[in-house]
Nanobody, 121 residues
Framework: VQLQASGGGLVQAGGSLRLSCAAS????????MAWFRQAPGKEREFVAV????????HYADSVKGRFTISRDNAKNTVYLQMNSLKPEDTAVYYC???????????????WGQGTQVTVSS
């Protein structure tokens, strides 16, 4: 199984980025997909999750209303659209796959390598 995250970069506060995570080696449409992030010196934290069908999504309070998770099962890809970015969103962002939709990190079977997002003030 491979999860390849991309789309990170440097952006000014208030700007936008779209992260992508391309999956291979698993039946993508059978897995819930999530994004987590880890800021320097902090533990990894949940950001957003989407059900296998895309019909259900959940967000961390810190990103609700600014970030949108979506998926394209035909392309085996999950996305994270990030708007109104803040310096505190600076982190390495990871995608993860699990059969069940959950916010609990240790339940995730597969992880991508991470992509760096840096938001300047």
């Amino acid at each position: 199984v491979q999860l390849q995250a991309s789309g990170g970069g440097l952006v000014q506060a208030g700007g936008s980025l779209r992260l992508s995570c391309a999956a291979s080696g698993l039946t993508f449409s059978s897995y819930a997909m999530a994004w987590f992030r880890q800021a320097p010196g902090k533990e990894r934290e949940f950001v957003a999750v989407i059900s296998w069908s895309g019909g259900s999504t959940h967000y961390a309070d810190s990103v609700k209303g600014r970030f949108t998770i979506s998926r394209d099962n035909a392309k085996n890809t999950v996305y994270l659209q990030m708007n109104s970015l803040k310096p505190e969103d600076t982190a390495v962002y990871y995608c993860a796959a699990n059969p069940l939709e959950t916010e609990t990190e240790y339940r995730y079977d597969y992880w991508g390598q991470g992509t760096q997002v840096t938001v300047s003030s």
